[in-house]
C-alpha cells in the first residue's frame, strides 16, 4: 500500500447499509412504478404503506443504533403527556463510529422526506387526492424518523458535555483537594 494514497474508509455495516437504502428505494420505487402494473389504488396504497412502515421500523430499531449509535422511541406517560426516550452509545463507541455508515444514515433520511415532498407536490399538481394520501403516509414516517434521531443526536451531544464537564470538575476538585491535602 502507497503510504502517499489516502485511506479509504470502508463501510463498516454494508450489509446494514444495504437494508437502510434498499426500504426506502423499495417504498419509492413501487409508488411511483406501480401505476405500470397495477390498476387498483388499494393495492398501491397498501404496498406502498406497508413499505413505508417497513422502512421506518427498520431506520429506527435497527439501522439507526447499528449505523449511528442512537435509538429514539415515545411513549405516553402516566399523565397522559408525550414522552421522548433517546438512548446512544457511549462516548467511545459513538467516537467510533464509522463516518461512510453515518454519512449514508443522514443523506438517506433527508433525501427520501425530499423526494417524498416532491411526489406530493407532483400529485398536488395533477389533483390526485389519494395519491396525496399514499405520500402523506410516508412522508409522516420519513418526518417521524428525522425528528426521532436530530432530537435524539441533540440529546447525545448534550450528555456528552455534560459528562465532559462532569469528569473535568471533577479532576479539577481532586487536584484542588490533593493540592491541599500536601499542605
Known amino acids: 500500500m502507497d503510504p502517499s494514497q489516502p485511506v479509504v474508509e ?5 450489509k446494514t447499509c444495504f437494508f437502510h437504502v434498499v426500504f ?32 421506518f421500523w427498520v431506520v ?4 439507526g443504533r447499528i449505523l449511528v449509535g442512537l435509538r429514539w422511541w415515545n411513549e405516553i406517560d402516566d399523565n397522559g403527556e408525550s414522552v421522548w426516550r ?10 467510533r463510529m ?9 443523506w438517506t433520511l433527508y433525501l427520501t422526506a425530499v423526494a417524498w415532498t ?8 395533477r389533483f390526485q387526492a389519494d395519491y396525496l394520501l399514499v405520500v402523506g403516509v410516508c412522508l ?6 428525522i425528528v426521532g434521531f436530530t432530537k435524539c443526536r441533540k440529546d447525545a451531544k448534550k450528555q456528552i458535555q455534560a459528562f465532559a464537564t462532569q469528569t473535568i470538575a471533577s479532576r479539577f476538585s ?6 491541599f491535602s500536601v499542605v
Do not use: H, R
Open 98 to 106: 464509522n463516518k461512510k455508515d453515518s454519512w449514508l444514515f443522514w
Open 174 to 179: 481532586s487536584t484542588i483537594q490533593s493540592a
Open 10 to 14: 470502508n463501510y463498516a455495516n454494508p
Open 60 to 63: 429506527k430499531n435497527v439501522s
Open 140 to 145: 409522516t414516517l420519513s418526518i417521524a424518523n
Open 86 to 95: 433517546f438512548e446512544c452509545l457511549d462516548q467511545e463507541s459513538m467516537a
Open 24 to 55: 426506502k428505494a423499495a417504498a419509492l420505487a413501487f409508488y411511483i412504478l406501480s401505476a405500470l402494473f397495477f390498476d387498483n389504488f388499494v393495492i398501491i396504497f397498501v404496498v406502498t404503506v406497508f413499505l413505508g412502515a417497513l422502512d
Open 118 to 125: 416532491i411526489l406530493g407536490i407532483f400529485s398536488l399538481i
